[in-house]
C-alpha cells in the first residue's frame, strides 16, 4: 500500500509539472482583449476556486505548484482558456473532465488570485471565445 501511494504522488507530482510544460506546447493565443492584470475575476470566484482545490486538487497537488514565475512563464502571453482547457481535459486524473465548467473555471480563479493577479467586479466568462480574448500576462515589476 505505501509503494502504490508514493507511485500515485509521484503521478501527481508529475502531472503537475507536465501542466506547467504544457503551456510551451498549447497554441491558443488572444487575439486581443484584455489581461490578467486588469481584474478579470471575482473574489467569490476565488474563494469558489479555492474551495475546489481543496477538496479535489490538493489530494495530488500543493497550491504552490501553481504560482510563481516557473509556473507562469510557459502562459504569459497566451490565453487564460489555454490553461483552462488544459487543465479541464486533464484532471483531475482519476476523472479528466469531471468536474463541471463552473468549477474549472474557479479553479482557475484561485490559480490567478495565488498568482496576486486581482480581482475585479465581473466573473471570469464561461464562454470559451471570451476566455480566448483574455492572455496572461505578468505583473508589473516582476520577473
Not at 467569490?44 to 479555492?50: I, S
Not at 504560482?67 to 512563464?73: E, P, S, Y
Not at 480581482?119 to 466568462?125: F, K, R, V
Request: hydrophobic letters at 40%; charged letters at 15%; proline letters at 6%.
Amino acid at each position: 500500500m505505501a509503494v502504490t501511494s508514493r507511485l500515485a504522488r509521484s503521478a501527481c507530482v508529475v502531472l503537475g509539472a507536465a501542466l506547467a510544460a504544457a503551456g510551451a506546447s498549447a497554441q491558443t493565443q488572444p487575439e486581443s482583449g484584455r489581461s490578467v492584470v486588469t481584474g478579470v475575476y471575482t473574489a467569490e470566484q476565488a474563494a469558489q476556486g479555492e474551495t475546489v482545490f481543496k477538496n479535489v486538487c490538493a489530494n495530488c497537488h500543493a497550491s504552490s505548484q501553481f504560482t510563481g514565475v516557473a509556473f507562469l512563464k510557459p502562459w504569459v502571453g497566451r490565453a487564460v482558456f489555454s490553461l483552462f482547457d488544459q487543465i479541464r481535459t486533464s484532471m483531475p486524473q482519476d476523472n479528466p473532465g469531471g468536474l463541471s465548467r463552473g468549477e474549472y473555471l474557479a479553479v482557475i480563479t484561485y490559480i490567478l488570485k495565488l498568482n496576486s493577479f486581482p480581482p475585479g467586479t465581473t466573473q471570469l466568462p464561461e464562454d470559451e471565445a471570451a476566455l480566448k480574448q483574455i492572455r496572461f500576462d505578468t505583473l508589473p515589476g516582476s520577473n
